[in-house]
């Protein structure tokens, strides 16, 4: 397993999608589920950084573990900022017109519908949210 600790800010999804993306290279991840994480990262990090410490800036971790057999990638984001699991905010209703849409809210949907599994929990003042993606 790896990890990264990065100032919280929007700036650095980059650099955690970077990060990433060297172990994913060095599996031979397929591009199709490259591209999924690299959506999942930017959506989550940058939750993070946007709600996490507002109006302050903190620190996030973010872990990557390749399981074998079968084989996947496991991101684990931790942060110590205001207790939130986005797990328990209802899907958006994606049938609706745009313009009858209440805003926000899709990207964690289409994390959800992007990855194998997500988990939430907050355990000794963390935030602490896993993804993982067969591949």
Do not use: W
């Amino acid at each position: 397993m790896k990890e990264i600790t990065l100032s919280a800010t929007i700036e650095n999804v980059e650099k955690v999608t970077d990060f990433v993306n060297v172990e994913l290279e060095r599996i031979n991840c397929p591009a199709k589920a490259k591209a999924e994480i690299d959506i999942a990262i930017d959506e989550l990090f940058s939750n993070i950084a946007n709600y996490a410490y507002n109006p302050e800036v903190g620190d996030t971790t973010v872990k990557v573990e390749i399981q074998d057999k079968p084989q996947a990638v496991v991101l684990t984001f931790m942060d110590k900022g205001v207790p939130y699991n986005p797990l328990l905010k209802e899907d958006p209703n994606t049938k609706l017109p745009i313009k009858d849409r209440i805003v926000g809210g899709l990207g964690i949907f289409m994390v959800k519908k992007s990855m194998d599994s997500i988990e939430y929990e907050y355990k000794e003042g963390h935030n602490i949210l896993k993804i993982k993606k067969n591949i």
